[in-house]
């Protein structure tokens, strides 16, 4: 008899070389018809630790290493995505602290930092960068 193959999500990867994963499943109810999810939940033995919270894996059926872990990870089908998004953020949240931290030390706020602002400094724009009225209507009527 041929060994079981079964694709998952892992839901726990805070055991040493076990990783909890639920297989999803839709089954119909005898009487009302209606979809039901349920799930599988099995214990999978990864050796190398490769396998992170809320990755896609592919497991197969094993002798029983334990009391509950019966399954082999095979590979990782897909890596977790939000995990990368959230170590993004991470990244940028410590360089945005550590730009705070430099601007506090040198004594400059963000304005003088980035370069001098014309319009903040109260001179008047170079003359190749002459304001130009928004509507050429209100450009010939004078006010008085």
């Known amino acids: 008899m041929p060994k079981k193959v079964a694709v998952g999500v892992v839901t726990s990867d805070k055991m ?3 990783r909890r994963v639920e297989i999803p499943r839709l089954i119909k109810h005898p009487v009302y018809g209606k979809y039901i ?12 630790e490769t396998s992170a919270l809320g990755d896609t894996v592919e497991i197969i059926e094993a002798q029983p290493r334990s009391k509950m872990k019966r399954w082999d990870l ?3 089908v897909k890596r977790n995505s939000e995990a990368d998004i959230a170590a993004l953020r ?9 730009q705070d931290v430099e601007q506090e030390v040198t004594g400059k706020p963000d304005a003088e930092a980035d370069g001098p602002d014309v319009e903040a400094s109260g001179e008047s724009p170079p003359e ?12 010939g009527v004078k006010t008085e």
């Open 16 to 18: 040493q070389k076990t």
């Open 37 to 48: 999810r349920q799930r599988t939940i099995c214990h999978v033995h990864d050796e190398e």
């Open 74 to 76: 095979v590979r990782v």
């Open 90 to 98: 991470a990244a940028r949240e410590v360089a945005d602290v550590e």
């Open 128 to 139: 190749d960068q002459e304001t130009k009225p928004e509507d050429e209507d209100q450009a």
